[in-house]
């Protein structure tokens, strides 16, 4: 018997405006084991088609290409003879229908660091409401790349520092952050990322991991990709001038109240601008472009197997897919 789906926010009532909807999956996702993992990067897939076009898509993967049901995940579906036509067959069959947010998870950790470290945390962070910081996240992470094991001792005493599952330790865990803070200092790595070391304050370090400690839900999760993955496929299919309501794989990150926050800031700060727009019209001022999330099993939705499909390839060939459909988010 299967547990039921847990997470979400549908939406109350009709979603007024004009709705776009969409289906998503992620390929990569290892929760908070983000430094090691055997998959450095994750994707996050979306697709619009309609539940008849998405059995359509299905159903002639397994005749015309006489895929089983388990070759329709991406690593058998790769490694089969005559992958690549039938991967050719099936990204043209998406063409104009899908996007795959791509994210480093390294490069995310760096950005974790500048946005909830040397700011207030938001739910803002990592998405391209705060793009204003990516250039000090970029030249810290480029000059500590460089810096040898002092660097992944910083990386590892940041992730220790911010997750949520240790307690009153937070003393211990600040001074040893920047104690390997104090280890990239030493080597000298350049004006740009020095500036970056050292802006970061004992004091609002602390604070942020007290209010982490208090489990402060304003504070984002730190080590959940996820969600700005998520922000960013809604603005991307927004564009600022329609809602998107979203049918999602079942996703513990993705809570009812993290997704209400997000909801918010969406509303918030990621308003429409003209030049999102473009020739249409624009989302009124205050409505969030994300109109809900709905949480779907992959067994029992044709879309969200497409997504899932998607994603895979995207994460293990990415130079498969082109400009419009792969869009970079959080990569160096």
């Known amino acids: 018997m299967r547990t039921p789906l847990q997470g979400g926010l549908p939406p109350t009532g009709a979603v007024a405006g004009t709705v776009v909807e969409i289906a998503c999956d992620e390929s990569g996702f290892t929760g908070t084991n983000l430094l090691h993992s055997a998959a450095p990067v994750i994707t996050h897939a979306s697709v619009d088609l309609s ?16 895929l089983s049901p388990n070759e329709l995940k991406s690593g058998q579906f790769l490694r089969r003879p005559g992958a690549g036509e039938v991967l050719d067959w099936f990204l043209a069959a998406l063409d104009g229908r899908a996007h795959v947010h791509l994210v480093d998870k390294e490069y995310f950790l760096v950005t974790r660091i500048v946005d909830l470290l040397l700011t207030e945390p938001s739910y803002a962070a ?96 730190p080590l959940e990709p996820l969600l700005p993955a998520l922000a960013e496929t809604v603005l991307t299919w ?68 497409v997504a899932d499909l998607l994603a895979g390839v995207a994460r293990r060939s990415p130079g498969k897919l082109d400009d419009a459909m792969l869009r970079p988010g959080l990569t160096p």
């Open 51 to 66: 539940a008849a076009e998405a059995v359509a898509v299905v159903t002639a993967l397994r005749s015309r290409f006489r």
């Open 126 to 221: 990592g998405t391209r409401l705060t793009q204003d910081r990516r250039p000090a996240a970029l030249a810290l992470y480029r000059a500590g790349r460089r810096a040898g094991n002092d660097w992944g001792a910083f990386l590892a005493a940041f992730v220790d520092l911010v997750r949520t599952k240790r307690r009153h330790q937070g003393d211990h865990l600040v001074e040893r952050f920047f104690q390997a803070r104090d280890a990239l200092v030493r080597q000298h790595l350049g004006a740009p990322a020095d500036a970056v070391l050292d802006e970061l304050c004992p004091d609002h370090v602390r604070t942020v991991s007290t209010r982490l400690d208090n489990d402060d839900r304003s504070i984002p999760p």
């Open 238 to 305: 927004s564009a600022g001038r329609r809602r998107v309501l979203v049918t999602h794989d079942e996703q513990s990150a993705l809570t009812a109240d993290r997704l209400t926050r997000l909801q918010r800031v969406l509303a918030a700060e990621g308003g429409p601008s003209a030049a999102d727009a473009g020739a249409g019209e624009a989302l009124p001022a205050g409505l969030s472009p994300l109109a809900g999330l709905v949480m779907a099993d992959s067994r029992d939705d044709p879309r969200v197997q």
